[in-house]
């Protein structure tokens, strides 16, 4: 036991990532350099040479990529847009109707990708752009396209909630299940508030022009939106239904994204190259970074470090809330520098330790701090979100008015946390009633 080592090492982590060290890479070398302080070199090797494979290896794990690959297959085959094009003539015509439409649209591609970058820069490359043309205020437009992204990190499927579990060693099909209500609450909580702002400030977002759209062509645009049902029910289904393991159905879901694409007839060898180029990169980098959290784990849990935080914070507050409401600050703090990942598997072999000595529902507990997470990516100086955003406009918007647009959301998140602290249920609800 050393704790002080413990310690150390966080100080000289959070060094080298302030001279912008890779996150993974940092905590590798730390986590070997301590291992070699504190137990001398032969354990430090054994750790350094045998984790990356067994941490990789773990079976749950291969849904990541699965997940991956079929955000990507959904993004560069142009679905999204599709979804989009329907929900603009169906609520195009409401206060804020294509703000929206948007909200919907991106909780439809969440559904598809398991991740909040691609959906905000889906959302960047074909909501903002429509909604600037039809007059809307560059801070609305921006604002929900970059807030909207965060649900791509609770509608199932979630790489943030696969790579939680795995870590906290709960299940993954419930641990996604579990996001699930969180995500459409999100989503429609969103919604609800460009509804009201836009019929308190009608200059915000002029009503687009299809009210001449016959009902006939709006019910014909639906037929561009049934992959979502479709993939949907073949994942979330297949796992609530106890058919089929996470892993299982992200395979299931990759077959049917490929299968929906070929009918379709958006299927080219050109697109199925990038997408596979775009699923390795991304992979790579996100296991790059929970190999060296793995390492971190094991080299904190020898110094003892995490023991002692939990008795320090139990001293502090017995209360799950009180405990969740100390982790979320941590989260939103960290959130404004680091990306959402990094932080995660960053705090994680820091954080389990106290949420199992806590007694708490971790499946609670991981929604929570994901939802935290998300938020992060929406507040400066970092925001990824808002970056992704200014990002896909080629600066046709400042940085400034994106920040400025995710700030009205960020009430509306106060209140969607408030509800999901306070009543618990939301969350355990749906992970309740599987039997396994």
Not at 104 to 122: C, D, I, P, Q
Not at 348 to 363: A, Y
Not at 370 to 376: P, R, T
Not at 415 to 423: Q, S
């Given at each position: 036991?050393?704790?002080?080592?413990?310690?150390?090492?966080?100080?000289?982590?959070?060094?080298?990532?302030?001279?912008?060290?890779?996150?993974?890479?940092?905590?590798?070398?730390?986590?070997?350099?301590?291992?070699?302080?504190?137990?001398?070199?032969?354990?430090?090797?054994?750790?350094?040479?045998?984790?990356?494979?067994?941490?990789?290896?773990?079976?749950?794990?291969?849904?990541?990529?699965?997940?991956?690959?079929?955000?990507?297959?959904?993004?560069?085959?142009?679905?999204?847009?599709?979804?989009?094009?329907?929900?603009?003539?169906?609520?195009?015509?409401?206060?804020?109707?294509?703000?929206?439409?948007?909200?919907?649209?991106?909780?439809?591609?969440?559904?598809?990708?398991?991740?909040?970058?691609?959906?905000?820069?889906?959302?960047?490359?074909?909501?903002?752009?429509?909604?600037?043309?039809?007059?809307?205020?560059?801070?609305?437009?921006?604002?929900?396209?970059?807030?909207?992204?965060?649900?791509?990190?609770?509608?199932?499927?979630?790489?943030?909630?696969?790579?939680?579990?795995?870590?906290?060693?709960?299940?993954?099909?419930?641990?996604?299940?579990?996001?699930?209500?969180?995500?459409?609450?999100?989503?429609?909580?969103?919604?609800?508030?460009?509804?009201?702002?836009?019929?308190?400030?009608?200059?915000?977002?002029?009503?687009?022009?299809?009210?001449?759209?016959?009902?006939?062509?709006?019910?014909?645009?639906?037929?561009?939106?049934?992959?979502?049902?479709?993939?949907?029910?073949?994942?979330?289904?297949?796992i609530y239904g106890g058919i089929a393991t996470a892993t299982e159905a992200a395979g299931l879901g990759v077959v049917l994204t490929v299968l929906i694409v070929l009918v379709q007839r958006r299927l080219t060898v050109k697109m199925f190259r990038q997408s596979v180029m775009e699923t390795v990169t991304t992979t790579s980098s996100i296991f790059l970074i929970a190999i060296g959290a793995a390492m971190m784990t094991q080299f904190l849990a020898m110094t003892g470090m995490p023991a002692y935080l939990s008795t320090a914070l139990a001293q502090i507050t017995d209360s799950h809330l009180g405990i969740m409401l100390i982790c979320c600050l941590?989260?939103?703090?960290?959130?404004?520098?680091?990306?959402?990942?990094?932080?995660?598997?960053?705090?994680?072999?820091?954080?389990?330790?106290?949420?199992?000595?806590?007694?708490?529902?971790?499946?609670?507990?991981?929604?929570?701090?994901?939802?935290?997470?998300?938020?992060?990516?929406?507040?400066?100086?970092?925001?990824?979100?808002?970056?992704?955003?200014?990002?896909?406009?080629?600066?046709?918007?400042?940085?400034?008015?994106?920040?400025?647009?995710?700030?009205?959301?960020?009430?509306?998140?106060?209140?969607?946390?408030?509800?999901?602290?306070?009543?618990?249920?939301?969350?355990?609800?749906?992970?309740?009633?599987?039997?396994?």
């Amino acid at each position: 036991m050393n704790v002080e080592l413990g310690f150390v090492a966080l100080g000289a982590l959070m060094v080298l990532l302030a001279l912008r060290i890779p996150i993974g890479l940092a905590l590798i070398g730390v986590s070997v350099s301590g291992l070699y302080l504190l137990r001398g070199f032969n354990p430090a090797y054994g750790v350094a040479k045998v984790t990356p494979f067994e941490f990789v290896a773990h079976w749950t794990l291969s849904a990541i990529p699965m997940f991956i690959l079929l955000g990507a297959i959904a993004a560069n085959s142009g679905m999204i847009g599709s979804i989009y094009a329907s929900l603009r003539l169906w609520l195009g015509r409401l206060p804020g109707g294509l703000a929206i439409a948007t909200s919907f649209a991106g909780a439809g591609f969440a559904a598809m990708s398991g991740s909040s970058l691609a959906t905000t820069a889906a959302m960047g490359r074909i909501a903002v752009p429509e909604m600037l043309k039809s007059g809307y205020d560059p801070r609305l437009a921006t604002g929900v396209a970059a807030a909207v992204g965060t649900v791509g990190a609770l509608i199932p499927p979630s790489i943030m909630m696969v790579v939680f579990a795995t870590f906290a060693q709960i299940s993954v099909g419930k641990m996604l299940i579990a996001g699930l209500i969180p995500g459409l609450i999100t989503a429609g909580g969103y919604a609800l508030l460009v509804y009201v702002l836009c019929r308190l400030k009608p200059h915000l977002a002029p009503t687009a022009e299809v009210d001449q759209v016959s009902f006939s062509r709006k019910v014909a645009s639906l037929r561009h939106i049934w992959p979502v049902p479709i993939l949907a029910f073949g994942i979330l289904g297949s796992i609530y239904g106890g058919i089929a393991t996470a892993t299982e159905a992200a395979g299931l879901g990759v077959v049917l994204t490929v299968l929906i694409v070929l009918v379709q007839r958006r299927l080219t060898v050109k697109m199925f190259r990038q997408s596979v180029m775009e699923t390795v990169t991304t992979t790579s980098s996100i296991f790059l970074i929970a190999i060296g959290a793995a390492m971190m784990t094991q080299f904190l849990a020898m110094t003892g470090m995490p023991a002692y935080l939990s008795t320090a914070l139990a001293q502090i507050t017995d209360s799950h809330l009180g405990i969740m409401l100390i982790c979320c600050l941590i989260y939103l703090l960290l959130g404004c520098f680091l990306d959402p990942l990094g932080v995660m598997l960053l705090t994680l072999p820091i954080l389990l330790p106290v949420i199992e000595h806590s007694g708490m529902d971790e499946i609670w507990a991981g929604v929570i701090l994901v939802k935290m997470l998300e938020i992060g990516m929406l507040t400066p100086p970092v925001g990824l979100n808002c970056f992704v955003i200014h990002g896909t406009l080629n600066n046709r918007v400042s940085l400034g008015t994106v920040f400025a647009g995710t700030g009205i959301f960020l009430i509306a998140e106060f209140f969607i946390m408030a509800l999901l602290l306070l009543f618990p249920g939301v969350i355990t609800w749906l992970p309740s009633l599987m039997e396994f």
